[in-house]
């Protein structure tokens, strides 16, 4: 069955670094979203990408966050200068809007650690 | 705003017990409501959806009614196995085609003993 894949699993970075957590989304989707989940509290919505432009973002996705579709395959999410507060599970989904069952297929997520 | 919000955990329970998992909703418009579900290293997955009132969503033995008047949308299964061990997430959309974001609750770990 096709799924929606994540590297790394777990990505340690300093404060002040840049880190990309890539995503491969399942192949015949048009819709790409990241959204996040700090510890202990929601699953929040950060963008949702369509037609190689985005399409939707929350108050979170600020300048120092960008997300890219540099090949057909993969999807990305480039955080500039991380802060303590960007630490959190990121998770990567695809959706196929043509499809009835209006269901975004998730990857296991990446865990983003700033120290 | 639009939000979820769902029972704290952790949840335990001993095998066959019967599961609730409460979650109420507030939404402008008439949303449609999710259960998704994490199981160990993976991914989130869809469980169950319900797209307009009184809908009824089920899979693998779990179900969840879409209650207008009381804004809810829980989560139940008649008698739990081991294998059901997770964590399980409320979510609403606002666009029908699914397209859109989602808005989920903290989720809530429901471990089941033998």
């Known amino acids: 069955e096709p799924e929606v894949t994540q590297t790394p699993s777990h990505q340690v970075t300093q404060m002040g670094q840049e880190v990309i957590l890539r995503c491969v989304p399942i192949?015949?989707?048009?819709?790409f979203y990241w959204y996040r989940q700090i510890l202990g509290q929601k699953v929040e919505f950060l963008v949702s990408f369509y037609n190689n432009e985005i399409s939707e973002k929350s108050e979170i996705f600020d300048d120092q966050f960008s997300v890219e579709r540099p090949d057909g395959s993969n999807f990305t999410l480039k955080i500039r200068s991380t802060k303590l507060e960007d630490s959190a599970m990121y998770f990567c989904a695809s959706s196929d809007p043509g499809a009835s069952s209006y269901e975004q297929y998730f990857g296991p997520g990446t865990r983003l650690t700033v120290t | 705003g639009d939000s979820v919000t769902q029972m704290e955990g952790p949840v335990t329970l001993s095998e066959e017990a019967f599961l609730t998992i409460n979650c109420t909703y507030t939404a402008t418009g008439y949303p449609s409501l999710f259960w998704y579900v994490q199981y160990p290293g993976e991914g989130l997955q869809l469980l169950l959806k319900a797209t307009k009132a009184d809908d009824k969503g089920s899979n693998k033995g779990f179900e969840a009614t879409y209650r207008k008047e009381t804004t809810s949308f829980h989560l139940e299964k008649g008698s739990v196995q081991v294998s059901d061990s997770a964590v399980y997430f409320c979510a609403l959309s606002l666009d029908q085609t699914g397209a859109n974001n989602l808005f989920f609750g903290t989720g809530t770990r429901l471990t089941v003993i033998p």
């Open positions: 192949s015949n989707h048009l819709y």
